[in-house]
């Protein structure tokens, strides 16, 4: 028989800064981690987490659930679209993004 399980991120598994401006805290549940995303204004992926990663571009695919703050996400074929708060969204690996605005971005990244 399975127990309730509570995790809160502010008490995450695991935190990890692969970047100045981007903290990832994770929990995990059931042998599943979920990971909250917090980048700071003026991120970006290209200029924070490419000279980590050591890829063109974003190879993740991220499928997502925004919680605060607005960022844009633009294709290796040029198609690009904001995000906000509410938003769900699946990212093909091959993109670069950002965040708007001078406020933190806040996403959860959804297991699949």
């Known amino acids: 028989m399975s127990d309730l399980i509570k995790k ?5 598994d695991d935190s990890t ?9 994770a929990v995990e549940i059931n042998g599943k981690k979920f990971y909250r995303v917090t ?7 290209s200029i924070d987490l490419k000279p980590v990663v050591k890829t063109d571009s ?3 695919d ?9 960022m ?3 294709m290796n074929d040029g ?8 938003d769900v969204a699946a990212i ?6 950002w965040g708007v605005g001078e406020e933190p971005t806040i996403w959860l990244e959804i297991p699949h």
């Open 58 to 60: 974003c190879q993740v």
């Open 39 to 45: 980048a700071q204004p003026g991120w970006k992926w």
């Open 72 to 74: 844009v996400v633009r």
């Open 8 to 12: 809160n991120f502010d008490s995450a």
């Open 17 to 25: 800064h692969p970047s100045e401006r981007l903290r990832m805290d």
């Open 79 to 86: 198609k690009e679209l904001e995000y906000g708060p509410g």
């Open 92 to 97: 093909p690996p091959g993109h670069d993004g």
């Open 62 to 70: 991220h499928l997502l659930y925004m919680i605060d703050g607005k």
